[in-house]
Structure formats: C-alpha cells, structure tokens
C-alpha cells in the first residue's frame, strides 16, 4: 500500500542546533517534493519545493534534500530558532498529469526550547 | 489577493444535520483540493478539481460526502447527513498551472473547524 511516513511524531531541539525531519514514502513515484510548515488554528504555509532530479534545495537557514533511490527525503533547519517551532508536513506531488495530487505525511511537530 | 477563503470558519452542528462548507480560491489557480485534518488520520485528500472538473475523489470517505464546483471562484463540500464521527477541520487549497509543466505550491485556507454532536 502507499505510505508518507514522517519519522517521529515530536521532536525537541536546543536552539542554535540543526533540526533534521525525515520522509520517507512507499509505493509513490513523485516528480516533486515539497515541505509545508502549519502552526496551531491555520492552515499549512508552503515552505520549498525539490524535484525528482535534485538532490538537494536550500533556501536561508533551511535545506531539503530528496534520494529517490532511498524514497527518503531529509528537511533540516539549521541554527533554530523558538520561532521555528511548529507542525512540518511534507507531500508528494506525482506531477507530469492533470490527475496527478498533493498527497501529505502525517507531520512532525518540532518545539525548539530557549 | 486575498488568499484562499473558506466559510464558516466554525460549524457546530447536530448530528443529521446537512452541513455545507465553502470556498474561494485564488482568482487564476486552476487545480483546487479539498482536505480533512484530524489528530488520527492527518491531512487527507478528499477530493481535487482541475479547471472545475472533479479529476479524483477516491478519497471522499462516503456518498454522505459530495463536493461541487460550478465555476472556477467557488466551490461546496457537503455532508448529509452529518455525524460526529466527521468533526475534524477541513481545508481548501488551490494552486495554479499545473498541467504537466512542473510541481507548484498549495495556497491553504484558514479551514474550517466541524463539530458534529
């Protein structure tokens, strides 16, 4: 069956030091990948996008990567903030067609203390 | 633009009762998606359009549940009836373009939180 697996569901990390959330998929061949961010009462806020032929994507303190060999992709956020905590989601997105869909993990709830 | 807008943005209601929710999504995006979010299952895709046209709603849990979408500034989710094992938030999304030429980003909603009693 197809499976978004998110590594862990918490996560806690001492400011200054690099988050890394993890995805891994079964049972998917997605064009793309992305990383949505959601905070508590809103909806998720789209974060990055890598694509199939990338390995890796960076955007200020935040880095993607994406192995299709492993069906893995690593998120990290480096130098945390508190401001940084929240609910991480990725998705896979099979591109390529009009029935093709934004398909999303179950999340990674990250709380970075002071 | 204002974003993606849906309405009500809390519903209670009694269990039967026929439940409308709505939204409107960024003027020119040409795919929209309908999700539910809860604690056990996530967010799950229920059902998405491209240019108006439902494409898939395998993932509309039960004929209680049907989406519309009669014009490219608006679209329905209903469920009728409605019980309390529906209570979740649901989120609309859209985005725009695409049609075999590259993955873009889902603009979200605010949702809308359903208790069903």
């Known amino acids: 069956s197809q499976k978004i697996e998110q590594n862990s569901e918490a996560l806690n990390i001492q400011e200054g030091k690099t988050a890394t959330l993890t995805c891994n998929y079964t049972n998917y061949s997605p064009a793309y990948l992305q990383w949505y961010r959601q905070d508590p009462g809103r909806g998720p806020v789209f974060l990055l996008l890598i694509r199939e032929n990338e390995k890796e994507k960076r955007k200020e303190r935040l880095k993607v990567t994406f192995d299709t060999t492993l069906k893995q992709s690593l998120f990290h956020i480096t130098a945390s903030q508190p401001a940084d905590s929240a609910t991480y989601l990725c998705?896979?997105?099979?591109?390529?067609?009009?029935?093709?869909?934004?398909?999303f993990g179950s999340g990674t709830r990250l709380s970075i203390r002071p | 633009d204002a974003g993606v807008i849906q309405s009500p943005r809390h519903e209670v209601t009694e269990m039967g009762q026929e439940v409308t929710l709505r939204c409107k999504p960024i003027s020119g995006h040409d795919y929209l998606f309908w999700y539910r979010q809860t604690m056990m299952r996530g967010l799950e895709l229920l059902i998405y359009f491209n240019n108006n046209v439902p494409i898939d709603d395998s993932g509309m849990p039960e004929d209680r549940f049907s989406a519309k979408m009669p014009n490219a500034s608006f679209s329905t989710l209903k469920i009728q009836p409605s019980e309390p094992r529906d209570s979740a938030v649901y989120f609309c999304?859209?985005?725009?373009?695409?049609?075999?030429?590259?993955?873009?980003?889902?603009?979200f909603g605010q949702g809308t939180r359903l208790t069903v009693v």
């Open positions: 999304a859209s985005s725009l373009n695409r049609g075999g030429t590259g993955g873009t980003e889902a603009f």
């Open positions: 998705a896979l997105d099979e591109g390529y067609s009009s029935a093709s869909k934004i398909i």
